[in-house]
Every structure is written in C-alpha cells, then in structure tokens.
C-alpha cells in the first residue's frame, strides 16, 4: 500500500506559486495601460476616435503580420532570456509613453503652437509607435509564459496544467475588471497626467518585482533551462509541425507523441552566413510562411482555427455592443451590472472547465462546451425578432455610413462605447441626440441580447481553455512559440473582419444583421471542432464515461495525458 504523501498539484508547488503571482502582476499594468491609452487618445484629439482607431488598426495589423515571427523568437532563444527581455521591453515602452504623455498633457497649447502643430503631431506618432512596441512585447511575454512555462511548470501532468490555465484564466477575469477600475477612478478624481503617472509608475516597480519572480522561478524548475526537441534554426522551421493525417480513432496526444520522444537534431555548423544579404533580409518572410504552413499541418488545426472563428462575433463586452446598448436606453450603471456578471459568468467557466474535463476528458469538454455556447446565442438570434428590436432591413445599412463616420451623431455612441464611461471617467458627451432618440416600447430584445451573452460566456471561457489546453499538449516544445504566434494572427484577423463588418453596417437598425452573422460564424467555429473531435475519438466522442473507463477505452495507456 502506497503511503506516500499526496503529490502536490501545480498551483501548490512553490514555483507553482510563484508563477502564478507573476502571471497576476504582469497583465495588472497591461490591463490599465490598454484602457487608459484609449481614453488618452481621444481627450488629446478633441473627443475624436481617430487616434483610437489609428492604434487599434497598428496593434491589430502588427500582430497579425508579425505573430509568427515572434513565436519564432521565442522558440529560438532560451526561455529566461525571452521572458525577461520581453518584460523588460513591454514595461519600458508603457514607462516611456506614460512619461510623453505626461509632457502633451502638460504643454499641449505650446506643442500646438510649436512648427504648425507638428511636434505634436510627431509625439501621437511617437505615443502609437510605441505603445505598439509595447503590445508586441506583451504578446511575447503571453506566448513564453501563459504557452509554455505553464506547461513545464506543471510537468506532465494534465490535471495540474488544466487547474493551473484556469487559475490564470481567473486571474485574467479579475484583472479585465479591477485594472480599468483602479486607473479610472485615479483619472476621474484625480487627472490624465496624474493617471500617466501612475502607470508610468506601477509599471517600474511591478516591473522589478516580475524579474525577480521569473528569475526564482526559473532557478526552481531545472527543466526550463533545456528545450527538448529544439532544432538548428534553419532545420526547424522545415520540420515543424506533425503530419495533419491521422487515423480515425486516433486521438491528436497519440500522433504527436512520437515528437514529444525526439531527440535532439545535432546543431550544424551556420551555413547562412556565407549567403548574400537578400537571403538575410528576406528570412522573416520565410519564417512567416514556414509558420503558417506549419500551423496548418498541425493535428490539432481546425481546433485551432475554431477557437478564431469565435473572434468574429459583436456578442461581447466591447466598444461596440456598448455603444449598441446606449441606443437601446441603457445607461453606464447598467452596464457596469451587467459587465460584473459577465465576468462572474466566465469564472463560472473556469470552474466548469475543470470539472467536466476530469468527468469526461479534454476533447469531450470542447464539444460539451461548443453546444452549451450555442445554446446560449440562440436568445440572441430569438433577440433581433423580439418586441423593442430596432432590426428593420428596409433601412439599407450604408445609408447612415457617412454620419456615424464623421457625423454629430457618431459623437455620443463612440464616447459612451469607451469603458471610462462605466469607472468615472469624465468623457465629454453630447447629450442632443440622446435626446432626439423616441423611447423604446419594449425592452424585451435587448434584455434577451446580454441573457444570450452572459450566459454563453460559460461555454465559451470553457471551449477557449479547452483549444488552449489542447495547444499545449499537442505541440512539441520547441514549436510552441511560432504555433501560438500564428494562432494569435488568427484570432486578430478575425477580430478584425468583424470591425470591417460593423464599419459598413454601423446603424443600430442593421445590428440584428450582424447578431445573426456573428451566431454562423461561431457555429462554424464549433464545427469545425466536432470536425476535429469526431475524427480524434470517433463514435467514442458520445460516450461520456468516468474518469477509470476514460483511461481504458480513450487513452493510450502510453500517454502521459488524458483525453
């Protein structure tokens, strides 16, 4: 009889802990700086969003362009090195911003005057340059610690790595409603400048604290000093990946096992350098395509490109389903109530996650939670037919185009669609269209609209650790990086396409267009994933069995991980 101490799961060894208060520091800054740059941008540009929607398109167009390449990176380079340069970069960049802009706020009327407004000018240039500098650097960090520190911290262990990501996932819930507070409530009773100062501040000394956490963390788990599997750089990027053609039956954790085995390829001698510099000049591009293609000979692709799919949707608690609740006669209370649920209703997520994958294992748990998302939207879809909907297709959606763009109107529902709205933020509004609006007979559509919402936010917060957990066990260690990059271009490029799709559909009378658009492409999505499941477990995926019988009829006995 065994009597040995129960082992102890990740989230309760000591780097276990110390990993995850580091992953609870790092975003706090994130976080606050993401907000308040917004609000930044637009008090400095005259109460206009151009500025706003000038750095949302860097930012997006950025990592789309460049996520693999930096997943390379991360890839390329040992894992201390990688984390503490991108901490380093991310936390300078934020401290240098929130120092320019503590000097605009300071001395616009003289910047103005300054060469015809041109040095003020160049310092919005400035500000979005690096503050895009600083969101790159941020997605590194996310990719080397969230994608792969967190997988070897929790060894081989697929309970551990399940109940750590949803850890992470509840800190990133806590922080998305704390961070903003924090720093609105200091802008609101405070200033901008005193608000620039602040990060400007939390960000030094967060950022010294952070170093010496990844430091104690790395000295405490050896296996994060060595990468299995890594290649020579040249030979790595050809070999990425396991081959996409797998046998029915067979899950995605038996294909790629084989990788996981490998030894290490023998470093070469560096052949590049005797190459002309056009070659050198043009290895980012193919480093870029080499990763595409090597996410999409992964087995676990249409997993991935489900999870994307899910980016292209208005049913979640941005600017833009904001500003369509303003024109439905909802207030910033309101909405700040209805924000509060919504993250308790992802935490709620979490939590299930973990409980229903130890029930019915990992790949179950994506479709069990896929059909719990789409049974929520579906109150969405019920939505736009029921009394109170503005839905009218007689209106032609472009015909409003030019006023929202440009016009008085676009004024209020782009101001109240920023969060300060719902903190104390004080944004300058303009209360006269609000006032020509006729008051709405009903608020039965818009109340079924954020029903469907927050209640689908279990199942999706359960699918997205479910795809990210399935990342993590399925790519070998030295792929992860460029893997996670690419999936990251993905997800942004769909976010994208819906910010396309409700620039030439912006009147609230075409929203109901958009709802319906936006519940296909998440069924898509989760098409795909059943795509992706049936093929890995078969008939076996509609047979929900109990932890001891899931061991002997899914998993290989074998494997290290459960299904």
């Given at each position: 009889?065994?009597?040995?101490?129960?082992?102890?799961?990740?989230?309760?060894?000591?780097?276990?802990?110390?990993?995850?208060?580091?992953?609870?520091?790092?975003?706090?800054?994130?976080?606050?700086?993401?907000?308040?740059?917004?609000?930044?941008?637009?008090?400095?540009?005259?109460?206009?969003?151009?500025?706003?929607?000038?750095?949302?398109?860097?930012?997006?167009?950025?990592?789309?362009?460049?996520?693999?390449?930096?997943?390379?990176w991360v890839d390329r380079n040992p894992r201390l090195k990688v984390a503490q340069t991108s901490l380093l970069v991310q936390n300078s960049c934020v401290i240098l911003c929130g120092i320019l802009l503590m000097v605009v706020f300071q001395f616009k009327e003289q910047l103005v005057e300054l060469y015809n407004g041109w040095i003020l000018t160049t310092c919005y240039i400035l500000v979005i340059t690096i503050a895009n500098i600083a969101n790159l650097a941020s997605t590194a960090t996310s990719i080397t610690i969230q994608r792969d520190w967190v997988v070897v911290v929790a060894g081989q262990d697929s309970s551990s790595l399940a109940d750590m990501n949803a850890t992470v996932r509840i800190i990133d819930q806590l922080?998305?409603?704390?961070?903003?507070?924090?720093?609105?409530q200091i802008m609101a009773f405070g200033s901008h400048f005193v608000g620039c100062g602040f990060i400007s501040g939390w960000n030094l000394c967060s950022m010294c604290l952070e170093y010496a956490l990844l430091w104690k963390v790395y000295q405490k788990t050896p296996a994060l000093a060595t990468k299995s599997g890594q290649k020579e750089p040249q030979q790595e990027l050809k070999q990425l990946g396991p081959?996409?053609?797998?046998?029915?039956?067979?899950?995605?954790e038996e294909s790629s096992q084989p990788l996981m085995n490998e030894a290490t390829v023998a470093t070469k001698p560096d052949s590049t350098k005797q190459r002309g510099c056009c070659y050198q000049a043009t290895e980012p591009l193919r480093t870029l395509k080499a990763g595409w293609v090597a996410y999409y000979n992964q087995n676990i692709f249409f997993a991935g490109m489900s999870l994307a799919f899910l980016y292209m949707t208005v049913l979640g608690f941005d600017c833009i389903t904001t500003g369509y609740a303003y024109t439905q006669g909802l207030n910033g209370s309101i909405l700040s109530l209805l924000m509060g649920a919504s993250a308790?209703?992802?935490?709620?997520?979490?939590?299930?996650?973990?409980?229903?994958?130890?029930?019915?294992?990992?790949?179950?748990?994506?479709?069990?939670?896929?059909?719990?998302?789409?049974?929520?939207?579906?109150?969405?879809?019920?939505?736009?037919?029921?009394?109170?909907?503005?839905?009218?297709?007689?209106?032609?959606?472009?015909?409003?185009?030019?006023?929202?763009?440009i016009g008085e109107k676009a004024l209020p529902e782009a101001e109240h669609s920023l969060p300060s709205v719902l903190i104390g933020v004080n944004a300058t509004t303009t209360a006269a269209p609000a006032e020509e609006m006729p008051p709405l007979q009903s608020y039965m559509s818009v109340s079924l609209l954020f029903a469907g919402v927050i209640a689908a936010r279990v199942g999706l917060w359960s699918f997205d650790l479910t795809v990210t957990q399935?990342?993590?066990?399925?790519?070998?260690?030295?792929?992860?990086?460029?893997?996670?990059?690419?999936?990251?271009?993905?997800?942004?490029?769909?976010?994208?396409?819906?910010?396309?799709?409700?620039?030439?559909?912006?009147?609230?009378?075409?929203?109901?267009?958009?709802v319906i658009i936006s519940v296909s492409f998440v069924a898509m999505g989760h098409i795909m994933y059943f795509g992706f499941a049936f093929k890995s477990l078969g008939s076996r995926l509609f047979l929900c069995c109990s932890p001891e019988q899931k061991v002997e009829t899914v998993e290989s006995p074998s494997l290290p991980t459960t299904v």
């Open positions: 009889m065994d009597t040995s101490s129960p082992k102890k799961t990740c989230c309760e060894s000591f780097p276990g802990r110390l990993l995850i208060i580091y992953i609870f520091l790092n975003p706090q800054g994130d976080r606050m700086w993401n907000f308040a740059v917004a609000v930044f941008l637009v008090e400095l540009y005259g109460n206009s969003l151009l500025l706003t929607a000038v750095y949302g398109l860097v930012v997006a167009g950025s990592v789309l362009l460049l996520g693999a390449i930096i997943g390379d922080t998305n409603i704390l961070a903003p507070m924090l720093v609105g081959q996409k053609d797998v046998e029915d039956g067979q899950s995605p308790v209703s992802g935490i709620c997520g979490t939590v299930a996650f973990t409980w229903v994958r130890k029930k019915c294992g990992l790949i179950r748990t994506g479709f069990i939670s896929g059909m719990a998302q789409l049974a929520c939207l579906m109150l969405c879809v019920v939505s736009v037919f029921a009394p109170g909907s503005p839905f009218d297709l007689s209106v032609s959606p472009f015909q409003d185009l030019y006023t929202h763009l399935l990342i993590q066990e399925n790519v070998i260690e030295s792929e992860r990086g460029v893997i996670n990059g690419v999936q990251n271009s993905m997800n942004y490029l769909l976010d994208l396409l819906h910010f396309i799709m409700v620039i030439l559909a912006p009147n609230p009378e075409a929203f109901g267009l958009l």
